[in-house]
């Protein structure tokens, strides 16, 4: 008897092609155990009209899967699941005894529990997704991605895929970086004051590490980038929050007795203000005097679609006491998780010898592909794409949130993704965020960028990277809507 075939159906948002994911949906059948050995397959006239795909799709998908040993063929018979096919395996997991251990005195430190943000799975499914940092799928050049991921598979790229750099690193992807990348920011580096890390959250981490100890003050913004915050928690400093105003850190509020700060000139996260020349240079004027470090993450200056960028805190710097922090994951995709910090030769020695500790190298592929994309001119086509649908949806933005009253708390002045918002005192916007997600509405609460016990609660961010323009007004309007209701 041949199996039903009402239990084949296609995903609405499949991967690939037809001939793949119906390939992909007997094989899992087989694998999972629903399709037994000596079963028989559906006609592929039958399976073809029952799918809605044509015949010849269907005898591709069933050939590859007899060539690969999933079934066998009887003649005029039909197809079946051959005796050769993988059998799921048995398995009964041994009866757990009771833990006995004691956690409480187990773990010497405890990660978990931060005041952290954290974004629901099936944000896509969102009709108004005002989530930041986040890839929109339609803006993301796929096909020649997947040209750059299929070249560093090639012969002639065999030694990226499959060699142990230890602790160095792709130097194609070294040499565009210091070659295109860092003189737009007007910075000049050579390849030894240059290292790859698994985006910018590693390359803080791995300053912070290098940079403090116990007794040493850590000056962040105040609010900042919450897992900043949180990994400097771990590193037995002391942390000094310095509120920020319109024009990002006051340099003059730094304290005396700080050696390393942290902060986001370009824009600030998550108020979005930028740092003015002057302050920027009242601040490298400051940091001398105290002989502190700065360690500046520049993430989003690509994103200066309303005018030119500002120059980067490291190139201007002439004492050597500014690390750059720089990351592809925002301009690209998340998932990347492909950055590179930028220092004095001492320093990135040190950051090097850390890193191969704890994760060698970023891998090999990911960073020959990202080689590819960037030296073809792939990147600066995909920023320019990004750059004119992000000036849009602002556009759109700030027409929405003017209609319906809403209170800006800050916004770039030369671009950005995203918006920072205050609603009124007596609003929590984390029960907000609550009542939105029940009419497909997604925004980021704002507690959690600020330092201290009890951090305002009144204030979120509205990210516009993965909203389409037609619906940021509908979206605004629940939002301004809820505000009132609360």
Request: aromatic letters at 8%; hydrophobic letters at 40%.
């Amino acid at each position: 008897m041949a199996i039903s075939v009402d239990t084949f159906f296609l995903e609405l948002n499949g991967q690939g092609t037809l001939q793949a994911q119906i390939q992909q949906m007997i094989a899992e059948g087989i694998l999972s155990g629903r399709f037994h050995i000596g079963e028989k397959l559906p006609s592929s006239r039958k399976l073809a009209t029952h799918l809605g795909v044509s015949r010849i799709t269907v005898t591709l998908a069933y050939t590859e899967l007899l060539a690969n040993d999933y079934l066998t063929a009887k003649g005029r018979s039909g197809y079946y699941v051959s005796e050769n096919a993988p059998v799921p395996p048995k398995y009964t997991p041994v009866p757990r005894s009771e833990e006995t251990v004691d956690w409480d005195n187990a773990l010497a430190r405890r990660f978990s529990g931060g005041n952290v943000l954290t974004k629901p799975q099936d944000w896509r499914n969102y009709k108004y997704p005002f989530i930041y940092g986040q890839a929109d799928r339609t803006l993301f050049d796929h096909a020649n991605w997947r040209l750059c991921a299929v070249r560093a598979l090639g012969h002639k790229d065999f030694e990226s895929l499959t060699t142990d750099y230890a602790d160095q690193d792709d130097p194609l992807l070294v040499e565009f970086i210091a070659r295109h990348t860092l003189p737009r920011r007007g910075i000049t580096a050579r390849p030894e004051e240059i290292l790859i890390t698994l985006g910018a959250q590693n390359a803080l981490w791995l300053a912070s590490r290098i940079l403090l100890k116990k007794g040493r003050t850590a000056a962040i913004e105040d609010p900042c980038y919450y897992a900043l915050r949180e990994l400097l928690s771990h590193s037995d400093c002391t942390m000094a929050p310095i509120r920020v105003d319109g024009d990002g850190l006051p340099p003059e509020a730094l304290p005396d007795d700080t050696d390393v700060i942290f902060t986001t000139p370009s824009h600030q996260s998550p108020t979005t203000a930028t740092m003015p020349v002057s302050r920027r240079t009242a601040l490298l004027e400051r940091a001398s005097e105290l002989n502190a470090m700065i360690v500046e993450d520049d993430y989003e200056f690509e994103m200066a679609y309303l005018g030119a960028p500002s120059p980067a805190l490291k190139s201007m710097d002439r004492d050597g006491r500014v690390v750059y922090v720089g990351s592809f994951s925002k301009s690209l995709f998340p998932g990347l998780r492909l950055g590179y910090m930028v220092g004095s030769e001492t320093f990135i020695r040190e950051a090097r010898a850390l890193r191969s500790l704890v994760l060698r190298h970023p891998p090999g592929h990911v960073q020959r592909t990202a080689a590819y994309f960037l030296s073809l001119g792939h990147y600066d086509a995909q920023i320019r794409r990004m750059s004119n649908a992000l000036a849009q949806r602002r556009e759109a933005l700030d027409k929405a949130v003017q209609t319906h009253a809403l209170q800006v708390a800050g916004r770039g002045v030369l671009g950005g993704s995203s918006i920072w918002m205050q609603a009124p005192a007596h609003v929590d916007t984390a029960q907000l965020a609550v009542t939105l997600q029940a009419q497909g509405v997604h925004i980021e609460p704002g507690a959690p960028f600020f330092s201290g016990p009890k951090p305002p609660r009144n204030f979120y961010r509205l990210g516009y990277s993965s909203i389409t323009p037609d619906r940021i007004e509908a979206g605004v309007k629940l939002i301004a809507d809820a505000i009132r209701a609360s």
